[in-house]
């Protein structure tokens, strides 16, 4: 019978096994063996600590790491149903789909993980942006070049554990099934997603790269297929739409068909760049480095702001400790900017996004682009900034201090951004509305972080991918769209999720409403 063993060791007990082992050896009988089911950092206090907590069971009653076992056997299958798009979302339903007896048709715009390598390395270093393979574009979206943060709130949507489990079974370390904030890293992701394509077709799926979809097959207001680039069309039961929050040329062809689509909130702000070394010494209370044994430190940071009268949120966005800033536009004459972290977040660098919580009311000027309002909003602030930069991938920027006073930096520090930086000011980037929003959240942060509001910190732009600017509504019991049958809209890209894993469920979700729905047919 299995029992839970907590305990609070210093870094050093909790992350070195051979000390953890001796301190769990001494607290459980020599006839039971344990496990490590959770773990958590807790920094509040000058002395960090890592709470544990630990199954044990007796050495005969060995509970299996996980549950999820890969199929072994093709599906026959009597049905297919078209995905379009090999993110989180379109991989998950792909796989669940086959558990459920129907045939994926995964279809990918961008290359698969490996060939999108050469493209990444054209726009570091050339400059190049390839508008159908690129940090956001290709197998596994914008999640493979990432973090691969895996932490979400949306557990009332699914089911978080099998999520991980299945990324378990396809190579992720064992350790994000315990970690409070679990992450994989850019590094490994890539062979993870490759082998989740590999599990598809073998186990009888069909996954297609390079080719993109530009126009649907509709048929007495029911979705019956897509046509792809080449001509191709391309029919099944139904069409998960899993293409991820930059597809603009989805939403148009939607907006054309007379698709039901809506303009939604989002957030437009900056990637801010700190040494990593200063915030581990302000999350940790340390007074040099960190240590052997602690990660690199995350920080979570919130502030509300008043403009002109209305209230927004400034906050913090998918912090990456130990990490770079890269360049993720999709297009040519746009600059974007996200970040990544490598498994280890062994950078010298740590960066977040700083963003603005933006509402429709905020852009009547765009208001005449109807359910694009949003979507044309975030395309003008990343031309200005391409504008400003140089017109090139060279990312306008200006220290924390300077831009909260109002000078253009005389100079800029080192960054782990490869194609460059110009100091410029940044209130001619950022429309009004959000750099006034973040001059005042600044201060305030620096205060609830001693140190961080610091001209030893910089702003990159412009952060604008934080969400879809889109939803694509759907119905909430069927998730099918609520005027065009046999549509599945889902995951980041049609406003429903928020992340690898949110996505990931969400993509399971669809499929599961595909199988009831249409299966029987």
């Known amino acids: 019978m299995t029992s839970i063993l907590e305990l609070t060791l210093t870094p050093q007990e909790a992350y070195s096994p051979d000390l953890l082992d001796a301190i769990v050896r001494k607290r459980i009988p020599q006839s039971h063996d344990y496990r490590l089911a959770k773990r958590s950092i807790d920094a509040r206090s000058r002395q960090v600590k890592v709470n544990l907590t630990l199954s044990v069971f007796p050495k005969e009653e060995i ?123 850019t ?61 603009r040329d989805i939403f148009h062809l939607l907006h054309n068909h007379s698709i039901s689509i809506e303009a939604k909130p989002f957030a437009l702000g900056v990637r801010i760049e700190h040494a990593q070394s200063l915030i581990d010494q302000v999350q940790y209370h340390c007074e040099t480095d960190r240590g052997p044994y602690l990660p690199a430190s995350a920080y979570s940071l919130v502030q509300q702001t008043q403009y002109k009268g209305v209230e927004r949120g400034v906050f913090s966005f998918c912090m990456c400790p130990g990490g770079f800033i890269v360049p993720a536009a999709t297009a040519p004459g746009e600059l974007v900017v996200n970040g990544m972290s490598p498994s280890r977040r062994d950078s010298r660098f740590a960066n977040s996004g700083i963003v603005v919580a933006v509402e429709l009311e905020d852009l009547q000027e765009y208001a005449h682009f109807g359910p694009l309002a949003a979507m044309e909003f975030q395309a003008s602030v990343e031309r200005k900034a391409w504008e400003m930069g140089g017109k090139t991938q060279v990312a ?119 199988a009831a729905l249409y299966a029987k047919y």
């Open 63 to 185: 509970p299996a790491l996980i549950e999820y076992h890969i199929p072994e056997k093709p599906v026959q299958a009597k049905h297919q149903a078209i995905i379009v798009g090999a993110g989180p979302a379109g991989l998950f339903a792909a796989l669940r789909l086959l558990e459920l007896g129907i045939k994926p048709i995964v279809l990918e715009r961008g290359k698969d993980v490996q060939a999108r390598r050469r493209d990444l390395a054209a726009i570091n270093k050339e400059h190049v942006v390839n508008t159908e393979s690129n940090y956001c574009f290709g197998e596994g979206g914008a999640g493979t070049y990432s973090d691969g943060k895996l932490y979400t709130r949306s557990k009332k949507r699914g089911d978080v554990r099998r999520i991980l489990e299945i990324l378990v079974a396809h190579g992720a370390t064992h350790e994000i099934l315990v970690d409070a904030h679990p992450h994989i890293g």
């Open 396 to 514: 306008p920027a200006q220290r924390m201090v300077d831009f909260v006073e109002g000078r253009v930096s005389k100079s800029l520090l080192d960054t782990s951004y490869q194609p460059g930086l110009k100091s410029v000011d940044m209130q001619d980037v950022l429309p009004p509305f959000i750099a006034k929003r973040l001059q005042m959240a600044f201060k305030e942060f620096g205060k609830k972080m001693k140190g961080y509001y610091t001209n030893e910190a910089q702003i990159i732009g412009v952060e604008s991918r934080t969400s879809s600017p889109v939803r694509i509504p759907r119905n909430k019991e069927t998730l099918e769209h609520i005027s065009t049958s046999r549509l599945f809209p889902c995951a980041e890209g049609a406003g429903y999720a928020g992340g690898i894993v949110s996505a990931a469920m969400d993509g399971e979700r669809c499929a599961e409403q595909v």
């Open 187 to 247: 590094n490994k992701l890539p062979k993870l997603v490759a082998d989740l394509r590999e599990s598809i077709i073998r186990l009888g799926g069909e996954v297609h790269f390079n080719t993109k979809v530009t126009d649907f097959i509709l048929e007495n207001g029911e979705m019956k297929g897509v046509v792809t680039e080449a001509g191709e069309r391309l029919k099944g039961i139904a069409v998960i739409l899993a293409t991820g929050h930059s597809a």
